[in-house]
């Protein structure tokens, strides 16, 4: 019995030793690695090429190598010893499990298990958004909290204040997942969400544009399995999902902001400088170099570090990312927010490495400009840019121009040289300066702008011309959340104004607009209206890539045409208070043989052979037949 019982314990001893000195090894481990970015990558990629950036204290002190006989083609090391970039070749090696060995005097010091995952089916070929859409553009901390367990993260500092309009409300991912079908049955085909990636700021941190951690859902929207979820509700309604990405600029409060890789990771002058916001910089062959400097080097602001795309660990950096979230996430599209204030050449490299590896994913980058020669400069292919050999490979760019006209001309009752309706046709007189007049994001607001129903004072008639005009031009529609319902906001009193809460979206709310029980009697109004001229969209492909005509304004009418060699779509905007009638042999050249015309919106019939009558400040789609 004594030796059975020396031996019990000293096997419980020798266990307790091995548990202890794993313990410790895995500490050592944690201790040495506390970050690998990307977490993990996937085979079969167009770039075999794979940079991972292992980070921990004194890492670099440490040799490197990889098994599986893979080929480590770069080891990087930094002025910050916390960093190693090793760059290894993927190139006809399997989905697999890779193993990373550290040694330290030619003894081991630690080991990092790294994967290699299988790709989607037919990923690289993934179709993205295009002029068949329309495209919903939301604030997930504004639209619906599905959640409220994640309202605040013990993780991040700030907390949910529902008083506060420039606080956290509380809405996440889940609050869109239970509203999709709400989405759906508006009309829309493609999601664009503001960011979603961790963003720990002290305040405002609602808007997510100050990320902390590019790898990370923030956790008060929820988790990226959340996220991955969402993306797959979506493709179930074959709708798309498209990621809003930030190249310019992370917030101060990122990971690694506090702990630079280099020093010109971000630019510093030294210290922070503030851009000059002036754009023309970027192509005015007049312009100073300190002038062009600061317009791209400066700070947007002083919470967001600008980064140096200019610096190859950087600008590889965030390709990776973008690259890793649209494989991750099954992504369909980005937006990418102040593309223009970018390091020309290094934007121009990033943008080109993503649509290398997906020749179809279409890229919108946010060029606020108010001129098209310079807002064509930014898009791929552009004639203008080509005058300096430049190519951004940026496949669209967000049509501000006629945003402006949107802004201001359905006020403009009585037509002059400049105002009213020609506004609305200038715009389009300026497309043989685009490469892609198809690839423009038009929209008459968003989450930066003024609300179009508080300029217009809730004006559901001249309401109703935007939309008609948006669904029926060139171009992929956007619409911002809440438009739909006549929600307002006034951008003089603040961001925040114009960024209110989804009716409907927080259990208490009195006013539900997500359900047509909900809504209002002019909430049902905008809907319904918004919801049928977006559904009809869907059914025409005149006005997805089809020619156009348009003929200048007379008396405030606008009128232009949407054709392919099967369907034909006559588009008449009445700008006037008053009942106007057209004859219509100005349009004999566009109606040709047709005799009539069906209104889309009320199925009234129109003889097209003589005139047609239009009610003051309304519009008619007419599919000719």
């Given at each position: 019995?004594?030796?059975?019982?020396?031996?019990?314990?000293?096997?419980?001893?020798?266990?307790?030793?091995?548990?202890?000195?794993?313990?410790?090894?895995?500490?050592?481990?944690?201790?040495?690695?506390?970050?690998?970015?990307?977490?993990?990558?996937?085979?079969?990629?167009?770039?075999?090429?794979?940079?991972?950036?292992?980070?921990?204290?004194?890492?670099?002190?440490?040799?490197?190598?990889?098994?599986?006989?893979?080929?480590?083609?770069?080891?990087?090391?930094?002025?910050?010893?916390?960093?190693?970039?090793?760059?290894?070749?993927?190139?006809?090696?399997?989905?697999?499990?890779?193993?990373?060995?550290?040694?330290?005097?030619?003894?081991?010091?630690?080991?990092?298990?790294?994967?290699?995952?299988?790709?989607?089916?037919?990923?690289?070929?993934?179709?993205?958004?295009?002029?068949?859409?329309?495209?919903?553009?939301?604030?997930?901390?504004?639209?619906?909290?599905?959640?409220?367990?994640?309202?605040?993260?013990?993780?991040?500092?700030?907390?949910?204040?529902?008083?506060?309009?420039?606080?956290?409300?509380?809405?996440?991912?889940?609050?869109?997942?239970?509203?999709?079908?709400?989405?759906?049955?508006?009309?829309?085909?493609?999601?664009?969400?503001?960011?979603m990636c961790e963003d720990n700021d002290k305040t405002y941190s609602y808007h997510t544009y100050g990320q902390s951690d590019v790898y990370k859902i923030d956790p008060r929207y929820g988790t990226n399995e959340d996220y991955v979820r969402l993306s797959a509700e979506l493709k179930k309604r074959n709708m798309k999902l498209v990621k809003d990405y930030v190249t310019n600029h992370w917030g101060a409060e990122h990971w690694m902001y506090k702990d630079l890789p280099t020093y010109d990771w971000v630019h510093q002058f030294p210290?922070?400088?503030?851009?000059?916001?002036?754009?023309?910089?970027?192509?005015?062959?007049?312009?100073?170099?300190?002038?062009?400097?600061?317009?791209?080097?400066?700070?947007?602001?002083?919470?967001?570090?600008?980064?140096?795309?200019?610096?190859?660990?950087?600008?590889?950096?965030?390709?990776?990312?973008?690259?890793?979230?649209?494989?991750?996430?099954?992504?369909?599209?980005f937006r990418v927010d102040t593309y223009s204030y970018n390091d020309k050449a290094g934007i121009s490299k990033w943008t080109k490495a993503i649509t290398d590896e997906y020749p179809n994913f279409n890229i919108v980058g946010e060029v606020w400009m108010h001129d098209q020669a310079q807002m064509s400069y930014w898009q791929k292919d552009s004639p203008i840019s080509a005058i300096q050999s430049y190519n951004s490979y940026l496949p669209s760019v967000m049509d501000f121009t006629l945003h402006d006209a949107f802004g201001s001309v359905f006020n403009e009752d009585k037509a002059s040289w400049n105002d009213g309706m020609i506004k609305v046709y200038d715009n389009f007189t300026n497309d043989f300066l685009y490469a892609n007049t198809d690839n423009l994001l038009t929209f008459v607001e968003n989450h930066d702008t003024g609300r179009f129903n508080h300029i217009y004072k809730n004006d559901l008639k001249k309401y109703k011309m935007a939309m008609t005009i948006l669904a029926t031009v060139r171009g992929i529609p956007q619409l911002y959340y809440g438009s739909e319902i006549g929600m307002s906001g006034d951008k003089g009193k603040g961001d925040g104004d114009i960024r209110q809460d989804f009716p409907g979206g927080w259990q208490g709310d009195q006013n539900n607009a997500f359900t047509k029980e909900g809504r209002t009697q002019q909430q049902n109004e905008y809907f319904d209206f918004t919801s049928k001229i977006f559904q009809w969209r869907k059914t025409n492909e005149a006005v997805h890539f089809g020619k156009m005509t348009h003929y200048i304004p007379e008396n405030n009418i606008y009128v232009y045409f949407r054709y392919t060699k099967n369907k034909t779509v006559m588009v008449i905007i009445n700008n006037n208070n008053e009942k106007q009638t057209l004859k219509t042999d100005r349009f004999k050249e566009n109606i040709g043989d047709f005799k009539t015309a069906k209104e889309v919106m009320t199925d009234a019939t129109f003889n097209l052979t003589n005139e047609i009558s239009i009610e003051g400040k309304s519009a008619l789609v007419l599919e000719l037949n």
């Amino acid at each position: 019995m004594n030796i059975k019982n020396q031996l019990t314990k000293t096997k419980t001893h020798l266990l307790h030793k091995i548990m202890l000195f794993v313990l410790l090894f895995s500490a050592s481990v944690n201790a040495q690695i506390q970050r690998t970015e990307p977490p993990f990558w996937y085979a079969g990629m167009h770039n075999p090429e794979l940079q991972i950036m292992f980070y921990g204290k004194n890492i670099a002190q440490n040799e490197v190598s990889v098994s599986n006989n893979i080929a480590i083609k770069n080891v990087q090391k930094t002025e910050n010893p916390n960093y190693v970039f090793v760059t290894i070749d993927t190139k006809n090696i399997p989905a697999s499990e890779l193993l990373f060995t550290f040694k330290n005097k030619n003894k081991v010091a630690f080991t990092k298990k790294y994967s290699l995952k299988q790709r989607r089916e037919n990923s690289a070929s993934r179709k993205s958004f295009d002029a068949s859409d329309m495209m919903y553009l939301l604030m997930p901390d504004r639209f619906a909290n599905g959640n409220t367990k994640n309202d605040s993260h013990p993780s991040v500092t700030e907390k949910e204040d529902r008083t506060l309009s420039g606080g956290r409300h509380g809405g996440d991912i889940e609050g869109i997942v239970k509203n999709l079908d709400y989405l759906q049955e508006l009309g829309v085909t493609a999601l664009w969400s503001t960011p979603m990636c961790e963003d720990n700021d002290k305040t405002y941190s609602y808007h997510t544009y100050g990320q902390s951690d590019v790898y990370k859902i923030d956790p008060r929207y929820g988790t990226n399995e959340d996220y991955v979820r969402l993306s797959a509700e979506l493709k179930k309604r074959n709708m798309k999902l498209v990621k809003d990405y930030v190249t310019n600029h992370w917030g101060a409060e990122h990971w690694m902001y506090k702990d630079l890789p280099t020093y010109d990771w971000v630019h510093q002058f030294p210290g922070y400088s503030q851009s000059n916001y002036r754009m023309t910089t970027q192509f005015d062959t007049n312009a100073s170099a300190i002038d062009a400097k600061n317009c791209m080097d400066g700070w947007f602001v002083p919470s967001m570090p600008d980064l140096n795309q200019s610096n190859p660990l950087v600008l590889n950096y965030i390709t990776q990312n973008a690259i890793w979230w649209i494989e991750y996430a099954d992504l369909d599209g980005f937006r990418v927010d102040t593309y223009s204030y970018n390091d020309k050449a290094g934007i121009s490299k990033w943008t080109k490495a993503i649509t290398d590896e997906y020749p179809n994913f279409n890229i919108v980058g946010e060029v606020w400009m108010h001129d098209q020669a310079q807002m064509s400069y930014w898009q791929k292919d552009s004639p203008i840019s080509a005058i300096q050999s430049y190519n951004s490979y940026l496949p669209s760019v967000m049509d501000f121009t006629l945003h402006d006209a949107f802004g201001s001309v359905f006020n403009e009752d009585k037509a002059s040289w400049n105002d009213g309706m020609i506004k609305v046709y200038d715009n389009f007189t300026n497309d043989f300066l685009y490469a892609n007049t198809d690839n423009l994001l038009t929209f008459v607001e968003n989450h930066d702008t003024g609300r179009f129903n508080h300029i217009y004072k809730n004006d559901l008639k001249k309401y109703k011309m935007a939309m008609t005009i948006l669904a029926t031009v060139r171009g992929i529609p956007q619409l911002y959340y809440g438009s739909e319902i006549g929600m307002s906001g006034d951008k003089g009193k603040g961001d925040g104004d114009i960024r209110q809460d989804f009716p409907g979206g927080w259990q208490g709310d009195q006013n539900n607009a997500f359900t047509k029980e909900g809504r209002t009697q002019q909430q049902n109004e905008y809907f319904d209206f918004t919801s049928k001229i977006f559904q009809w969209r869907k059914t025409n492909e005149a006005v997805h890539f089809g020619k156009m005509t348009h003929y200048i304004p007379e008396n405030n009418i606008y009128v232009y045409f949407r054709y392919t060699k099967n369907k034909t779509v006559m588009v008449i905007i009445n700008n006037n208070n008053e009942k106007q009638t057209l004859k219509t042999d100005r349009f004999k050249e566009n109606i040709g043989d047709f005799k009539t015309a069906k209104e889309v919106m009320t199925d009234a019939t129109f003889n097209l052979t003589n005139e047609i009558s239009i009610e003051g400040k309304s519009a008619l789609v007419l599919e000719l037949n």
